[in-house]
T-cell receptor
Framework: KAGVTQTPRYLIKTRGQQVTLSCSPI?????VSWYQQTPGQGLQFLFE???????NKGNFPGRFSGRQFSNSRSEMNVSTLELGDSALYLC??????????????FGAGSRLTVL | AQKITQTQPGMFVQEKEAVTLDCTYD???????LFWYKQPSSGEMIFLIY??????QNATEGRYSLNFQKARKSANLVISASQLGDSAMYFC?????????????FGQGTTLQVKP
């Protein structure tokens, strides 16, 4: 069973540019969540998509957006990049059940560097 | 507000010994879930163990066990018989009943180094 696949793994952008990151969840998983990890702020929740609908959102500016496709694949976009957006962006998939453990399975992450 | 606190930024343990990583949490939810994840230097978060707030027994998964003390709001991870491959960052996380399924609140993490 394939795991969660994130692309690209590494990318370098300059301030003001925009970036799109992709996440392919485990087959059968309908929920995809995105997290930002930085040394200063740690792991912070960005948003969750379930069946193509945003189900929950963290406290990030509107420059951060996402979407989910009918095959459950998800993309997140960051516009007008700032230096502080440099981070490891982690995607996680789950069955999306509202009871039980509903364990999140994470991908290897996309490491974004903004110059 | 929900919060996870991991007070040990870094820890060392001798190979084959047991180690306890501390985690305390704060929530007003009656139903919640607690998780531990391992993050090696490669960056991928690996799920280790889960404890539901209504689970009466402490969770165990192989060499991992969760010492759940609900009244003290602590959920410490115990790793028995440490191996060199256990060297990594460890995160405690919580999902509250008022949160949707994909949202976890993470602690700041504990870096564990296993010495040969």
């Amino acid at each position: 069973k394939a795991g969660v696949t994130q692309t690209p793994r590494y990318l370098i952008k300059t301030r003001g540019q925009q970036v799109t990151l992709s996440c392919s969840p485990i087959s059968g998983h309908r929920s995809v969540s995105w997290y930002q990890q930085t040394p200063g702020q740690g792991l912070q929740f960005l948003f969750e998509y379930f069946s193509e609908t945003q189900r929950n959102k963290g406290n990030f500016p509107g420059r951060f957006s996402g979407r989910q496709f009918s095959n459950s694949r998800s993309e997140m976009n960051v516009s007008t990049l700032e230096l502080g957006d440099s981070a490891l962006y982690l995607c996680a998939s789950s069955a999306g059940h509202e009871t039980g453990a509903n364990v999140l399975t994470f991908g290897a992450g996309s490491r974004l560097t903004v110059l | 507000a929900q919060k996870i606190t991991q007070t040990q930024p870094g820890m060392f343990v001798q190979e084959k010994e047991a180690v306890t990583l501390d985690c305390t949490y704060d929530t007003s939810d009656q139903s919640y879930g607690l998780f531990w994840y391992k993050q090696p230097s490669s960056g991928e978060m690996i799920f280790l163990i889960y404890q539901g707030s209504y689970d009466e027994q402490n969770a165990t998964e192989g060499r991992y066990s969760l010492n759940f003390q609900k009244a003290r709001k602590s959920a410490n991870l115990v790793i028995s018989a440490s191996q060199l491959g256990d060297s990594a960052m460890y995160f405690c996380a919580m999902r509250g009943s008022s949160s949707n399924t994909g949202k976890l609140i993470f602690g700041q993490g504990t870096t564990l180094q296993v010495k040969p």
